[in-house]
């Protein structure tokens, strides 16, 4: 949880006693965060991603967000589909990694 707050993802109100409470959207936004870090993003892009969803999304905020993942992955898997054609041509790797850079 400290985690995820300290990089935006989830945010806490403090009592008086300094014990956080969580609004109702943390656990949600954990669960997608892990999905968002299976896909590949760091909690930097997770919190950016979102950084403008509602306290109370909708499921519309949702499936914005299900998109802006799903194009994110298409892009990593066409990006990990080309390093595999590289590394299997022939070649040394070493000459694979300056043709990739």
Same mark, same amino acid.
């Given at each position: 949880?400290?985690?995820?707050? #300290?990089?935006?993802?989830?945010?806490?109100?403090?009592?008086?006693?300094?014990? #956080?409470?969580?609004?109702?959207?943390?656990?949600?936004?954990?669960?997608?965060?892990?999905?968002?870090?299976?896909?590949?993003?760091?909690?930097?892009?997770?919190?950016?991603?979102? /950084?403008?969803?509602?306290?109370?999304?909708?499921?519309?905020?949702?499936?914005?967000?299900?998109?802006?993942?799903?194009?994110? /992955?298409?892009?990593?898997?066409?990006?990990? #589909?080309?390093?595999?054609?590289?590394?299997?041509?022939?070649?040394?790797?070493?000459?694979?990694?300056?043709?990739?850079?």
């Amino acid at each position: 949880m400290r985690f995820y707050e #300290r990089y935006g993802v989830i945010e806490a109100e403090r009592t008086s006693v300094n014990h #956080r409470v969580f609004d109702q959207s943390a656990a949600c936004r954990i669960k997608v965060a892990k999905l968002a870090q299976g896909v590949g993003l760091t909690v930097r892009e997770i919190a950016e991603l979102l /950084a403008n969803l509602s306290p109370d999304p909708q499921p519309d905020d949702w499936a914005e967000i299900a998109c802006e993942l799903m194009d994110e /992955a298409e892009r990593r898997v066409a990006a990990l #589909r080309g390093y595999l054609a590289e590394i299997t041509s022939a070649g040394k790797l070493c000459e694979v990694v300056d043709r990739m850079s």
